[in-house]
């Protein structure tokens, strides 16, 4: 044999997990997919043995090694600050992007919405799923939600080049910028900045909250759209449920230096050893990542089977619909009925051919250094259990020539200068201080200096954010009537 | 008369806002509402006026004098960083449960869920609508998801409460806890704290991501789902579009002092002055404010009447539907459709008779100030364009023999010890100092001294994070295999 095989990184997860892999696997051997696979151990058997990331490093050097990494669901344990292993695998491989395809497989599997074939393209490494959380005070907690620009232009750009390696003809981009002035601001404003560089491709974008409710009732409408973490992984399932089922949904992890395929659905421990489970999501991730691997032949065929298989009417229990399936089959049956039609091809649903995978191009990140930053002040964020005019008492003594208090803020809501007595407040005040010539920018030691004022009154400090300029454009937002 | 009027505050706001304003108020005084209307501004005149909050004083003192406020959809300028007027009034006031009924009218109102009748009670104060957000350096922005426990307490009682007064009979709970362990892991033991306080109501909750996709495709499995806002917001425009559209929708904003009525949709300033628009929303938000105001009886009259129109076909061009409708009618000749039927009821349709309103008790909050805090140690994030090793070598030397450095991370990865050169980092750099004896906590002046550190060397430090302990208790996440 001339070829030689393409190393992958596989696990068998827990729960349902081993019985789909195996299922997944053996429908691949027997469509000759080339394919060397080294196995490997992540998730509840890895924190068992003590090992709190849920991955060992000998892990991590094979799927480094290979070119894709297939995974079966696991099990995260409850509880304890264990970090999302999926999130840490995601981060840690730079896998930005998550490609999630949303079809419906209508008459053949029940939905409400027949027509729908929509892909979401979900920002994979940041938004809340940073997992940076603070206990501020004793009832108060805050929860970061990142956006950096490159992590915007990789998930956009990737966003256009699928559409355009797909044959897709438009991309929608959700944010809450309405809301979210400088965060889904600037992944609103990237969106603007990249989309005419696709001039072929027709954008559109949409307030989170109506583009959900758009997505939920008409989701034919919809074709590549693409979101930051959260709107993406909520959408995505939503998407992916009222296509049929979440469990006919694979899924891919794409970055630079690598790429995770998977079903969606999680491990079902109830449904485990029972040879009942659907293994389609992990089938569907695994076409997604022959593709990625550039075996576009294989995986048509493969798909095609599928397909046919679904046409066909045979089904596993979660989709088994009485009048619509003729054959309710378990995991295994239900792999050997995609191999006993491997070269056939659905009559009525659209057939898969697969020409080339989405590059991951290296676009030229737009360089930010040249911006000019200026500190005009700080944010010093304290508890404190009574009334604001305390607090303004204490607090107010340390403005200086400098530098004066401008406002304090309880839970977004300015609170000084002008309360009203109606504003309900928390235990963790915001006590803004800013620069009072803005011709003359401050120093960091004149912030230090600000905040030892507040160590050395007691007044423990749980969070402080700089304020500065960029170029001259505030790079932080104001409260109600603040000038 | 022996009755005296109830004051009501009004504004007609903005693009449709005065026509759909009109046609309620004149079912509402057709119907007998015994109302005494103060009439105010807010929004885009105001702020054009040069009041950049949108709202002036004298209309915040009208606000609070009467007893409930009435208000049609507004627009906010684009841009120019301020805050949302419709936050500003809910936060200002107090305004901590928005409530939506989302109801399907079949078969007079087109639908793919016949079935659905569900409220969703959404957070209306805190998380990612606080509005804080920074730029931490040209490439990093940052936006704060605040939680706290006495908004938790406020808002998971009144579904309970709201659940009790409407005879619903299921609560069901959305968080994010898998991932968000403190913040949304808040929200969630709240939960279950206080079902046991309602044991006639039965209770249950999902993961967000799996809740949205089973309220958007089962969405009759669903009574009343209690939420925090963001989640809230995307979900109740999800609903209220399944169950037939937004314009169907009204929506009650409850706090301790005051009570704000809107509809859901916004003001639609294409389709101004045309006498086109739909005027359901705000009948239907004025209907949650009779039963507010304890006008049960005219709350029946005014929602049977609605309802009987609904179901006789008379339409309007949002709603129209040939074979379904029967006629289709403009915003002024709808409100004459309900005037014409004050005193009917719906045959088909569920008729409306409600008899009390939901309670707003005031509910002891749980007493945290007897909770131990200490402080461990703190997270300096600073803005660095070279490799982890380079910033490791600046700010390693900052350990003395109280503290050290335990970790750097980047967008929640930790990048040191143990990096992975898979791993893509943005120009933004956590560095987490940790006491070294664990049962010394740190004194203020010790962190101080410590950003003293990175002052003088030339490291600004763009936000800092107070690492305590509560009551032994981290309050703080650990990043993957950090101890």
Redesign the interface.
């Known amino acids: 044999m001339a070829q030689s095989n393409i190393p992958i990184t596989v696990a068998f997860g827990d729960g349902i997990g081993p019985e789909i892999m195996k299922a997944t696997l053996e429908i691949l051997k027997r469509a000759g997919a080339p394919l060397d696979i080294k196995t490997v151990e992540v998730g509840e058997k890895v924190y068992l043995r003590g090992?709190?990331?849920g991955i060992e490093a000998s892990t991590?050097e094979t799927i480094?090694q290979t070119k894709a990494f297939l995974k079966a669901p696991m099990n995260?344990p409850q509880?304890g600050?264990?970090?999302?292993?999926n999130?840490?695998i995601r981060?840690?491989?730079?896998l930005?992007a998550n490609v999630r395809p949303c079809i419906s497989y209508y008459p053949f599997v029940q939905t409400?919405h027949p027509k729908m074939d929509l892909v979401i393209i979900r920002e994979n490494?940041?938004d809340?799923?940073?997992?940076?959380?603070?206990?501020?005070t004793?009832?108060?907690?805050?929860?970061?939600?990142?956006?950096?620009?490159?992590?915007c232009e990789k998930i956009i750009h990737y966003a256009f080049q699928y559409a355009r390696a797909n044959g897709r003809k438009k991309v929608t981009c959700f944010t809450?910028d309405?809301?979210?002035?400088?965060?889904?601001g600037?992944f609103h404003k990237i969106f603007d900045e990249i989309a005419p560089l696709y001039p072929e491709i027709e954008t559109e974008h949409w307030i989170?909250?109506?583009g959900?409710?758009?997505i939920?009732?008409t989701p034919e409408n919809f074709d590549v759209v693409v979101l930051a973490n959260?709107?993406g992984?909520?959408?995505?399932?939503?998407a992916?449920?009222?296509a049929g089922s979440?469990g006919l949904a694979g899924s891919s992890n794409i970055?630079?230096?690598?790429a995770m395929f998977e079903a969606i659905h999680g491990s079902a421990p109830r449904r485990a050893g029972q040879n009942v489970a659907n293994p389609s999501g992990l089938i569907l991730a695994s076409i997604m990542m022959l593709v990625h691997l550039g075996l576009v032949d294989i995986a048509s065929t493969v798909h095609n089977a599928w397909l046919k298989t679904i046409e066909d009417g045979i089904h596993t229990y979660d989709i088994f619909k009485e009048g619509i399936s003729k054959q309710v089959v378990g995991t295994k049956e239900f792999a050997e009925a995609v191999i006993a039609r491997l070269g056939t091809k659905p009559v009525n649903l659209k057939q898969a051919h697969y020409q080339k995978s989405t590059q991951v191009l290296h676009h030229e990140l737009k360089n930010?250094?040249q911006?000019k930053?200026e500190?005009v002040g700080v944010?010093v964020f304290v508890e404190h259990?009574k009334s604001v005019d305390e607090l303004y008492q204490k607090i107010n003594q340390f403005s200086n020539e400098r530098i004066h208090l401008s406002m304090i803020?309880n839970?977004?809501?300015k609170v000084w200068p002008n309360s009203?007595?109606?504003?309900?407040c928390?235990?963790?005040w915001?006590c803004r201080f800013i620069v009072k010539d803005k011709m003359s920018s401050l120093k960091?030691?004149e912030?230090?200096e600000l905040?030892?004022k507040?160590?050395?009154s007691g007044l423990?400090?749980?969070?402080?954010?700089?304020?500065?300029t960029?170029d001259g454009t505030?790079?932080?937002?104001?409260?109600?009537?603040?000038?």
Chains 1, 2 share one sequence.
Do not use: C
Not at 178 to 184: G, T
């Open positions: 090992e709190s990331s991590w480094r995260t509880g600050g264990f970090k999302s292993l999130v840490t981060t840690s491989m730079g930005y409400k490494e940041e809340l799923y940073t997992g940076i959380e603070y206990r501020q004793p009832d108060t907690f805050h929860a970061l939600k990142v956006i950096t620009r490159p992590g809450k309405n809301i979210l002035k400088l965060s889904d600037l989170v909250d109506i959900a409710a758009k939920a009732d959260l709107y992984d909520i959408l995505s399932d939503v992916a449920q009222i979440v970055g630079q230096h690598g930010t250094s911006i930053t500190i944010d259990n803020a839970r977004g809501t009203m007595s109606e504003t309900s928390g235990d963790n915001r960091m030691q912030i230090v905040l030892e507040f160590a050395k423990e400090f749980n969070q402080t954010e700089l304020l500065r960029y505030p790079g932080y937002t104001l409260s109600q009537d603040e000038q």
